[in-house]
């Protein structure tokens, strides 16, 4: 129990720290450029137009809303956060128990893996709501709506408005994203420690903790498009401006957003709040200069 509070104390203050810049990252994946291009350099050298990284997308949002409005959507979000982790340690509790395989053998990775992954889903299905409602509080930036003003009001909004499965809007690629960067991360990580790794080499176990730390990333980068999609599709037609025509088209299902981007050539939008190229489909006009 003990461990369980130090986590949601931890995890809590991180989400105060980090939650600014999800915040950008949101509006950015949803396609609010409110900044014109700027003239930069890319990491080649290369005078290319860019569009403002984080910090000046962060100076536009206090322009606006002052310093408070860069933790819209902080209430739901620390929600999540607690009750996830709650669930998540609970399960694995219940799944608990004799561990037969040796320890760093490949069983031991998937058995240790599969028991990770039914504690993460449970806590995501279980906290998506919670998600769906950040995710919605922080849109309302592009519009200056109100619809999503408080964690009760909103739950109320949602279950009026779309009923029980507005609560689940963009799940399943969350939960497939999820679970497939688990197990990339997991099983690269093994390979790169039982084949890479000597066991007689000295700081063998920092060099472990940093593949997969470096897995863990290259996984993420790889499953990145299921996360912009089921941010998209948990805004997608919700009456929120940043969910409609211009910024998104209205998607049937998750699968039809994905092939739009894929088809824009948008599936890494929001992936980089630094060096970020001109999205494709988007129209700027800088010094009366049309850029593309």
């Known amino acids: 129990m003990a461990d369980a509070c130090g986590q949601v104390v931890l995890g809590s203050g991180l989400t105060v720290l980090s939650h600014p810049l999800m915040y950008i990252k949101v509006l950015i994946q949803v396609g609010h450029e409110p900044l014109p291009p700027t003239l930069g350099r890319n990491l080649f050298g290369r005078q290319v137009y860019q569009l403002p990284g984080l910090f000046s997308y962060a100076k536009h949002i206090i322009k606006i809303d002052g310093k408070a409005g860069l933790f819209k959507g902080l209430g739901p979000r620390l929600c999540a956060g607690t009750i996830g982790t709650v669930v998540h340690s609970k399960v694995l509790q219940v799944l608990g128990g004799q561990q037969n395989a040796v320890d760093g053998s490949l069983q031991h990775v998937v058995n240790e893996t599969t028991k990770e992954m039914i504690a993460r889903s449970c806590a995501t299905i279980v906290t998506h709501p919670f998600h769906v409602i950040t995710l919605r509080c922080m849109v309302q930036f592009i519009g200056r709506e109100t619809k999503y003003s408080g964690v009760f009001d909103s739950i109320l909004t949602v279950y009026r408005e779309e009923g029980i499965l507005g609560f689940f809007a963009g799940l399943i690629p969350r939960l497939l994203g999820d679970i ?113």
């Open 180 to 292: 497939l960067s688990l197990w990339i991360c997991n099983l690269l990580a093994h390979l790169i420690n039982t084949y890479a790794i000597d066991d007689s080499m000295s700081h063998t176990g920092e060099m472990k903790n940093c593949s997969q730390a470096v897995t863990g990333f290259f996984a993420s980068m790889l499953t990145y498009p299921f996360v912009l999609v089921s941010n998209l599709m948990a805004v997608n037609n919700c009456g929120l401006a940043g969910g409609l025509y211009p910024y998104a088209s209205v998607y049937p299902t998750w699968v039809d957003c994905w092939r739009h981007l894929s088809r824009e050539g948008n599936m890494s939008r929001g992936n980089s709040l630094f060096f970020r190229k001109l999205p494709a489909g988007k129209v700027y006009v800088v010094d009366q200069q049309r850029f593309f």
